[in-house]
């Protein structure tokens, strides 16, 4: 969209999304380029010796060890630029080989620019990812739920999301305060590995799969919380997430890991909820440049089952968490106020001026 504000006119996709939720004007607005799009996907699926070679900017989701997704290594552009998330500190020899690919890459965290300068590759660039301020501001509650105190927590339920450590204290803090309720935005469609979770011991077990998603329900009672307790909350559109956010009066990310900032947790700040974050990796530079309030008690993640060294990566202090909860029921005021105060700071951080910077550097060669 901010390609297209500034005179850009063409917009290429090499893979057809697999869904589409945008509002109808916008859709309507990128359905030649999801048609195109289609169309290069069959072109590569259907001829797997081709290499496409574009005479402009080609962008390349890169994760760890610089993986993309299939396909991707025979689609170049001028300059061919790798736009990282990635969560480990180390990278294989073959990881390495395949970042000689990139001219560039554009690091969403101060911890993946870091990482990425350790591992030598470059030039790289710190370019921030965004919040959509047209959706994500403070507002009124519709008092939906009442009088209750209501605890958003929200990302793919996964280890390094941190699921386990929200419930086991939540599970505590309902012990004095029956009312709270948990509203958890967590459905994924990849399998959880249980071992990780069983090893740190705050929770039995991992919600099993369904046909589209996760059974977090039944994985919530499992742990003791009775259905009242919670909503688990269906896999719904980014669009219609600031309606659930704005009733909410706290929110936690104690996350033992992220590459980038955390996108929900930012969203949740833009709508005014008091937002606790885990101070690691690239959460940090939510606490650091927008003030987000800090879970600072951060210990070494000790196990990964794929054999994965979680270097910087933390676990959240229990006792921390909780008191987070209590401060925000406590002091609710002032809580609000604060959080609305970083509402205000976030706003600066709107996805059209973070992309103009990412276009700057890999279409008009500016330097970060």
């Known amino acids: ?163 386990d450590i929200v419930v086991a204290a939540f599970k505590r803090f309902r012990q004095k305060h029956p009312e709270a309720l948990l509203v958890a935005c967590w459905q994924n469609q990849q399998a959880t590995d249980e071992a990780e979770f069983h090893h740190v011991g705050h929770c039995q077990g991992v919600p099993e799969r369904a046909d589209f998603g996760l059974q977090i329900a039944p994985w919530l009672m499992q742990q003791g919380l009775p259905p009242e307790s919670f909503f688990d909350l269906p896999l719904t559109p980014n669009m219609h997430m600031p309606a659930v956010l704005r009733e909410c009066d706290a929110a936690l990310f104690p996350n033992r890991c992220e590459g980038g900032t955390n996108l929900v947790a930012m969203e949740a700040m833009a709508c005014g909820v008091p937002t606790w974050v885990a101070d690691n990796t690239g959460q940090k530079d939510l606490i650091d440049m927008l003030g987000a309030k800090a879970l600072s008690r951060q210990r070494p993640v000790q196990f990964l089952s794929d054999g994965k060294t979680p270097r910087d990566w933390g676990e959240s202090d229990l006792d921390e968490v909780v008191a987070a909860l209590e401060y925000a029921y406590n002091h609710r005021e002032k809580a609000r106020k604060e959080a609305f105060d970083i509402a205000e700071k976030i706003k600066a951080w709107d996805w059209g001026m973070q992309n103009e910077k990412l276009l700057k550097i890999v279409c008009d060669g500016a330097p970060s």
């Open 1 to 163: 969209m901010q390609f297209l504000r500034r005179g850009g006119e063409q917009i290429i996709l090499t893979r057809e999304p697999v869904a589409i939720m945008l509002p109808p004007a916008t859709e309507a607005q990128f359905a030649p380029f999801f048609k195109l799009g289609a169309k290069l996907d069959a072109f590569l699926r259907s001829n797997p010796n081709e290499i496409l070679s574009f005479r402009h900017a080609v962008l390349h989701s890169c994760g760890n060890d610089f993986a993309g997704f299939e396909g991707q290594d025979r689609v170049f552009g001028a300059p061919n630029v790798g736009c990282v998330a990635i969560e480990h500190a180390s990278c294989s020899p073959h990881g390495l080989e395949v970042a000689k690919n990139y001219h560039l890459f554009i690091a969403i965290s101060r911890w993946n620019e870091q990482l990425l300068k350790n591992f030598d590759v470059g030039p790289v660039y710190l370019c921030h990812q965004g919040i959509d301020t047209s959706l994500f501001y403070p507002g009124p509650k519709s008092d939906r739920w009442q009088n209750r105190f209501v605890v958003f927590s929200g990302g793919k339920f996964e280890f390094r999301k941190g699921q």
